[in-house]
C-alpha cells in the first residue's frame, strides 16, 4: 500500500528483522521514489487482528506526520488557534483538537501532546504542510516557534493489552519498573535502544494504544528492540509442536505476544471499535458536528 507524498517508512526493516529470526532470506527492499510505504499485511490477518486483542500488535505509523511547537507562549497561542480548551495544561498530557480553516472545515486532526519544554502535533502526512503554513501564518507576537519534524521524527504504535509491558520491558528504564500501566491521554519521555522517544496513550482500536515519537534515524533501532523484548517463540509455535505447552511453561506461561500488523488488521480492530480516521471518515470538507467525535475535539466552553 502508498499513502501519501513524502515519509520515511521502517515497517518494512521491522519486517526483515522478525524475518531473520525466523530464518528466512530477507528480500531486497524497493524504495519507491514518492509515496510511504503501508504494510498492508504481515501475516495473516486473523492472527495479526487477535493479537491486538489478547498480545500486542506494532504497527509502523509511517502516514503520521509530527510538528514540533516550541517557545513559552505555546500552550496560549494553541488556545487561541485549537478547537479544544488548551488553557493550564499539565505537562505530560494528551488531547485531540481540530484545526479549522476559515470556513469551520477540518484542515487537520491533531492528536496534541504537551511536554515540559515542547508540545508535540501528531497529524496525518497529508494535512501537516497546510497546518504548518496554516498555524505558523498565526503567530506575530507570540514567544513560540513551529517547527517542522516530519523527516526528523518517527511514528511507531502499539496496540493490545500487552503494549506497556512491551515498553517497559524495552526501554529498561528503572523509572517504569513498578510503574502501573500509562493512563489515557498521557504521555512520557524515557528511552529505547539509547533513543529517546515520547510515548503517549491515545486507544484507537479499543485496547491500550502507545503512539511512540522516535528520532527517525533511530526507528529501526527502536523496532528490533520492541521485537525482542515482546517476541514469544514458544506461544508462535503450532499447538501441536512436541514439548511446546512444557516450553510455555517454563518461559512464564503467559508471554507478551507481539505481533508486527498491517493495516488491514489494524483498520479492523479500530472500526470494531468505532474509531473514525481523518482523510477515510472525515477530512477536508467536514465539519466538525459531522465527524462523530465532536465532543472529543471540541469545547463548548
Known sequence: MHYGEDAHSVA?????????????????????????????????????????????????SAHRSVLELRGPDR??????????????????????????????????????????????????????PRTLKGLGAYIITEDCELLD???????????????WDVVRTAAADPALVGMPELAPNTAIETTIASAPIVVSRDDLVGECGLHLCIPTERAVDVARALIASGHDPHHHEPAESPGRALRVLQSGGRGLGLHLVGWHALNLARLEAGTPIYNIDFGPQ??????GVLHDRVSMT
Not at 524504495?31 to 504494510?39: D, E, I, K, Q
Not at 467536514?286 to 465527524?291: F, I, V
Request: glycine share 8%; aromatic share 4%; with cysteine.
Open 75 to 128: 500552550l496560549d497561542f494553541l488556545n487561541r488557534m485549537l478547537t479544544q480548551e488548551l488553557k493550564g495544561l499539565p505537562a505530560g498530557s494528551v488531547r485531540r483538537s481540530f484545526w479549522l480553516n476559515r470556513k469551520g472545515r477540518i484542515d487537520a486532526d491533531i492528536r496534541l501532546t504537551h511536554l515540559p519544554t515542547r508540545t508535540l502535533l501528531d497529524v496525518d502526512m497529508l494535512a501537516a
Open 286 to 291: 467536514s465539519l466538525p458536528a459531522e465527524t
Open 149 to 163: 519534524r516530519a523527516q526528523s521524527l518517527h511514528v511507531l504504535s502499539l496496540h493490545g493489552p500487552t503494549a
Open 12 to 60: 518494512a526493516a521491522a519486517a526483515d528483522v522478525a524475518t531473520q529470526q525466523q530464518g528466512e532470506p530477507v528480500p531486497e527492499q524497493a524504495v519507491a521514489p514518492r509515496g510511504v510505504a503501508l504494510v498492508a499485511a504481515c501475516g495473516p490477518v486473523e492472527i495479526e487482528y487477535a493479537a491486538m486483542r489478547k498480545g500486542c500488535g506494532l504497527f509502523d
